[in-house]
């Protein structure tokens, strides 16, 4: 995961070499500039693809590089950077599981060494970074709560005049409910103890456990079906509904643990998004940048990257320094920067 956070950076690096002096990407090859489009009340110009036309931003069809951003412009430098988020971002998320899988089987197995590459072992029973001696009144996950509430409530203040905007107002009361739910799991301490699928509990648990966990995770076919028609594929929905049916399957007899439902749903609906993405679309595809409903490309994939980043060190760091600073707090508000980074303006 370290390697993912300085891989994005570097591409990053490399993308921001494309940024002229208003922080708009331009690209420095394959544009073609419009004479009988030239602005004068902005000294700006529009700009087309050689191939086909920019990519339109949700909030209408707008081409001038500075009612744009440039978050749209389908520029190499752009191209690139996406194709190797995704590729970084699914092989990261991969290798989160396997360390995830090793450390569960080791831990309950006994004589767990509480050491790196292995999780700590206080994530592993309570599911979460959590400072077992915080300074105030408020603990960890009580304090995740409040900062979920904040961020919805501050969000909303900001951008509510944003809302009407494109699909603005359904990401954020998409975004908004994920959040409250997860957030009053935290604030609440709700009972996570036990397994989601199990003999020891009763009928009306066991089919509760799993509705729920097969809901949030239904991004999981609408994340891939989504790749799927935009590059034109037939089968989305089947590929979807069988990774959506198999993830809840394997939770139900693999993972099994309630402690660990709340990570197990962003790690699956992460690898479905990125890796369908990683799978089915070209490098060179401006298709790539459809999929970026935000102002900024750039800003969304620093979003996700510090997202996924934050996912890592929780387990790994948890101990030495992590928990210390917030613990799974970070996630929490990463988290919901990064949803907030693709509504559109």
């Not at 090859?29 to 489009?37: F, Q, Y």
């Not at 990261?92 to 004589?111: C, H, Y």
């Not at 935290?186 to 020891?200: K, L, N, T, Y």
Request: proline content about 4%; hydrophobic content about 50%.
């Amino acid at each position: 995961c370290a390697v993912s956070t300085l891989s994005i950076a570097l591409l990053c690096i490399f993308s921001a070499s494309n940024v002229d002096a208003r922080g708009t990407f331009v690209p420095k090859t394959s544009i073609k500039r419009n004479p009988a489009g030239f602005k004068k009340q902005t000294l700006d110009s529009t700009v087309t693809l050689d191939d086909e036309p920019a990519l339109l931003s949700p909030a209408g069809p707008e081409t001038s590089l500075k009612a744009r951003g440039g978050g749209y412009l389908a520029n190499q430098a752009m191209l690139s950077l996406t194709y190797y988020a995704d590729i970084v971002w699914s092989v990261s998320i991969l290798i989160f599981m396997v360390f995830w899988l090793r450390s569960k089987t080791q831990f309950e197995a006994g004589n767990y060494v509480d050491a790196f590459p292995n999780f700590n072992t206080m994530v592993l029973k309570d599911g979460f970074c959590i400072n077992p001696t915080p300074k105030g009144p408020l603990g960890t996950l009580k304090l995740c709560g409040i900062a979920d509430a904040t961020l919805i409530i501050g969000s909303y203040l900001m951008l509510k005049d944003k809302l009407d905007i494109g699909m603005n107002k359904l990401l954020f009361l998409a975004s908004a409910g994920y959040t409250v739910l997860h957030g009053a799991i935290h604030f609440f301490e709700v009972d996570q103890s036990g397994q989601i699928f199990s003999s020891a509990n009763s009928m009306f648990q066991n089919v509760l456990g799993v509705a729920l966990l097969a809901v949030i995770t239904a991004f999981t076919p609408i994340g891939i079906n989504g790749t799927f028609t935009q590059v034109g594929k037939k089968g989305g929905v089947v590929v979807g509904v069988a990774a959506w049916v198999a993830f809840v399957l394997f939770y139900m007899f693999g993972i099994k643990e309630k402690v660990y439902a709340l990570t197990y749903i962003n790690v699956t609906i992460f690898l479905s998004i990125f890796g369908s993405r990683a799978l089915l679309l070209k490098k060179k595809d401006p298709k790539r940048l459809e999929f970026y409903m935000g102002p900024s490309v750039l800003k969304t994939i620093i979003a996700v990257t510090a997202n996924i980043a934050v996912m890592c060190f929780e387990p790994l760091a948890c101990k030495e320094w992590f928990a210390s600073v917030g613990g799974h707090v970070w996630f929490d508000v990463t988290l919901w920067l990064m949803l907030m980074s693709v509504m559109a303006e």
